[in-house]
């Protein structure tokens, strides 16, 4: 990919060419103009000659895919970072393998403070069970860490990291031999996580942010919240994100909201919601995912957080605040409980002015043919999560381990929300699953679930105009004129329209048909690779040597 040499400006028109710009505005377009930060026109290579002598720089594609931008709609920015420059164990295979990352992390750390480590999963191991308090101690010498599930809903911890946190074996969650969950587990999050310098903080969440860009991830979504990390990481994120080039950070506050002057103070603080991990329940594979039959491997059916009159007064003061309202909801009763609390607040304010607020829900993974339809009803936006299923599917999958293969084959059931209507986001919930997106839509495509796929065309949508819709915008995520200049400039094989299976009409995979294509997603394929990634037409990642 080579390009002039004209002088940077901050709105300079930009015309590229030579390549493949996938737009519904002309499936065929080779060409697109960008001006002041939008999409000018997107058109043919014979019709780009007119614009190539009045702008102030003219991009030779070489033969490069042009797409949107994609939009990561689950985000924890910090802990990405933290993830990305820290102890990450997600490619731990064994107990002992996990114990040997420990030990070689906290040799090689500076004494004194708390290390930080994330991605172990227990399930996967041939152990099956996590670390023991008396093996962390050993392996870490002593010092304080603070080891979360790859959920990031329970944790292993040193007896160094519990002796900062006063009575902590008195709250819920607390177990001696086990992970800690509930309150005991977000005690010892927040004492971990305060034990972070501000400097440190600002360093991962510019390692998040730039790994994000080299991905062609224009926009993401901040799920944060006062039981996920505090405030001054939500606003300093939010600050950081404006003061450099970089992906456009849009941000959930995780607190219920029960009047005007809540939504007013986390309207201040930068939100654009109350909403995000707002938990109604916790995870499968932590044994916290609220069910309405107990799992199939422990004699409980999880935990509950919110009510479903809890979840109506919190919609309902939302949507009176003018402000989004979601929640966190994993398990079918808490998908239920969400379902019974935005329709009484329906009922209440009215469904057209609740289905205008598009309030969300997260993860979103048990459904059923009834509340997939009350989400549709409601105007409720599923976020939802690709490459769990990717990672817990299957019939040999923890989904089987924890519910019965018979219920793991419900969950996530995509294909079926798109058929009833109901708009999907597509996020990775990073660091639980890595920033990925060709690979989120691929999993998406190829679904362990066979009846649950979508096209990758669908996929590709979902995760990026689907992202700008879940934050109540209709004009980005495409390249069409007049739409947001967020795009990426990709090195890739040939363009396919891909469908999930056969059934899917033959006239639209006719190169007739005027559907454009996208990369091959098959499993095993190269994805492609990001050369440029540019926001609201400025820049934000180019690759070296291109």
């Given at each position: 990919m080579t390009e002039s040499t004209a002088p940077k400006s901050e709105h300079r028109t930009v015309l590229l060419r030579g390549g493949d710009v996938h737009s519904p505005a002309d499936p065929f377009a080779t060409a697109m103009v960008v001006e002041r930060g939008h999409v000018a026109w997107v058109g043919s290579e014979g019709a780009a000659d007119a614009f190539a002598g009045?702008?102030?720089?003219?991009?030779?594609?070489?033969?490069?895919?042009?797409?949107?931008?994609?939009?990561?709609?689950?985000?924890?920015?910090?802990?990405t970072g933290l993830a990305l420059t820290g102890l990450d164990l997600s490619a731990a295979r064994s107990l002992a393998e996990a114990l040997r990352g420990v030990r070689a992390y906290a040799d090689a750390q500076p004494s004194g403070g708390v290390i930080l480590g994330h991605g172990w999963d227990a399930?996967?191991?041939?152990?099956?069970?996590?670390?023991?308090?008396?093996?962390?101690?050993?392996?870490?010498?002593?010092?304080?860490?603070?080891?979360?599930?790859v959920d990031v809903h329970s944790a292993v911890v040193t007896t160094a990291l519990l002796d900062l946190v006063p009575g902590v074996t008195a709250l819920a969650g607390?177990?001696?031999?086990?992970?800690?969950?509930?309150?005991?587990?977000?005690?010892?999050?927040?004492?971990?996580?305060?034990?972070?310098?501000?400097r440190q903080r600002a360093l991962a969440q510019q390692a998040a942010l730039a790994h994000a860009a080299s991905l062609g991830i224009g926009t993401l979504h901040e799920c944060g919240g006062p039981d996920i990390s505090d405030e001054e990481d939500f606003t300093g994120l939010l600050r950081l994100a404006t003061e450099q080039p970089g992906p456009r950070v849009l941000g959930y506050w995780a607190e219920r909201v029960h009047g005007a002057e809540d939504a007013r103070r986390i309207r201040g603080m930068g939100a654009i919601g109350a909403a995000g991990d707002l938990f109604v329940d916790g995870s499968l594979g932590s044994h916290t995912a609220l069910l309405h039959e107990p799992y199939a491997d422990a004699p409980h059916t999880g935990t509950g957080r919110l009510d479903a009159a809890q979840i109506a007064a919190h919609v309902t003061a939302c949507t009176e605040a003018g402000l989004q309202a979601g929640f966190h909801a994993i398990g079918d009763a808490a998908v239920s409980a969400v379902v019974e609390g935005v329709r009484t607040a329906s009922e209440t304010l009215g469904l057209a002015r609740v289905?205008?607020?598009?309030?969300?829900?997260e993860h979103?993974?048990?459904l059923t043919p009834e509340t997939i339809a009350a989400f549709a009803e409601l105007g409720l936006t599923a976020s939802v999560q690709p490459a769990f299923d990717a990672a817990w599917g299957g019939p040999d999958g923890m989904y089987a381990r924890r519910l019965g293969a018979e219920r793991a084959a419900t969950l996530n059931p995509y294909a079926a929300l798109l058929r009833a209507g109901v708009p999907l986001a597509f996020g990775s919930d990073s660091p639980v699953t890595p920033l990925?997106?060709?690979?989120t839509v691929r999993a998406a495509a190829h679904h362990r679930t066979p009846e649950h796929r979508v096209s990758v065309r669908a996929g590709f949508t979902a995760h990026t105009r689907g992202g700008?819709?879940?934050v109540g915008r209709d004009d980005g995520g495409v390249l069409v004129p007049g739409a947001p200049a967020d795009y990426?400039?990709?090195?890739?094989?040939?363009?396919?329209?891909?469908?999930?299976?056969?059934r899917v009409a033959r006239w639209s995979t006719d190169p007739r048909s005027g559907t454009p294509g996208l990369p091959d997603l098959t499993p095993g394929a190269a994805l492609p690779v990001c050369l440029r990634t540019v926001v609201l037409g400025q820049t934000v990642y180019l690759r070296p040597n291109e």
């Amino acid at each position: 990919m080579t390009e002039s040499t004209a002088p940077k400006s901050e709105h300079r028109t930009v015309l590229l060419r030579g390549g493949d710009v996938h737009s519904p505005a002309d499936p065929f377009a080779t060409a697109m103009v960008v001006e002041r930060g939008h999409v000018a026109w997107v058109g043919s290579e014979g019709a780009a000659d007119a614009f190539a002598g009045g702008v102030d720089e003219v991009i030779d594609l070489e033969g490069a895919l042009v797409t949107p931008a994609f939009t990561d709609s689950h985000v924890h920015v910090t802990s990405t970072g933290l993830a990305l420059t820290g102890l990450d164990l997600s490619a731990a295979r064994s107990l002992a393998e996990a114990l040997r990352g420990v030990r070689a992390y906290a040799d090689a750390q500076p004494s004194g403070g708390v290390i930080l480590g994330h991605g172990w999963d227990a399930a996967r191991w041939p152990e099956h069970r996590p670390p023991s308090r008396a093996e962390l101690d050993e392996a870490a010498g002593g010092r304080a860490l603070y080891l979360p599930r790859v959920d990031v809903h329970s944790a292993v911890v040193t007896t160094a990291l519990l002796d900062l946190v006063p009575g902590v074996t008195a709250l819920a969650g607390y177990h001696p031999d086990a992970p800690l969950t509930g309150d005991a587990h977000h005690a010892v999050r927040a004492a971990a996580h305060q034990a972070v310098t501000p400097r440190q903080r600002a360093l991962a969440q510019q390692a998040a942010l730039a790994h994000a860009a080299s991905l062609g991830i224009g926009t993401l979504h901040e799920c944060g919240g006062p039981d996920i990390s505090d405030e001054e990481d939500f606003t300093g994120l939010l600050r950081l994100a404006t003061e450099q080039p970089g992906p456009r950070v849009l941000g959930y506050w995780a607190e219920r909201v029960h009047g005007a002057e809540d939504a007013r103070r986390i309207r201040g603080m930068g939100a654009i919601g109350a909403a995000g991990d707002l938990f109604v329940d916790g995870s499968l594979g932590s044994h916290t995912a609220l069910l309405h039959e107990p799992y199939a491997d422990a004699p409980h059916t999880g935990t509950g957080r919110l009510d479903a009159a809890q979840i109506a007064a919190h919609v309902t003061a939302c949507t009176e605040a003018g402000l989004q309202a979601g929640f966190h909801a994993i398990g079918d009763a808490a998908v239920s409980a969400v379902v019974e609390g935005v329709r009484t607040a329906s009922e209440t304010l009215g469904l057209a002015r609740v289905r205008a607020a598009r309030h969300r829900v997260e993860h979103a993974e048990m459904l059923t043919p009834e509340t997939i339809a009350a989400f549709a009803e409601l105007g409720l936006t599923a976020s939802v999560q690709p490459a769990f299923d990717a990672a817990w599917g299957g019939p040999d999958g923890m989904y089987a381990r924890r519910l019965g293969a018979e219920r793991a084959a419900t969950l996530n059931p995509y294909a079926a929300l798109l058929r009833a209507g109901v708009p999907l986001a597509f996020g990775s919930d990073s660091p639980v699953t890595p920033l990925d997106p060709w690979g989120t839509v691929r999993a998406a495509a190829h679904h362990r679930t066979p009846e649950h796929r979508v096209s990758v065309r669908a996929g590709f949508t979902a995760h990026t105009r689907g992202g700008w819709r879940a934050v109540g915008r209709d004009d980005g995520g495409v390249l069409v004129p007049g739409a947001p200049a967020d795009y990426v400039v990709w090195r890739t094989g040939d363009l396919l329209v891909q469908a999930p299976d056969d059934r899917v009409a033959r006239w639209s995979t006719d190169p007739r048909s005027g559907t454009p294509g996208l990369p091959d997603l098959t499993p095993g394929a190269a994805l492609p690779v990001c050369l440029r990634t540019v926001v609201l037409g400025q820049t934000v990642y180019l690759r070296p040597n291109e």
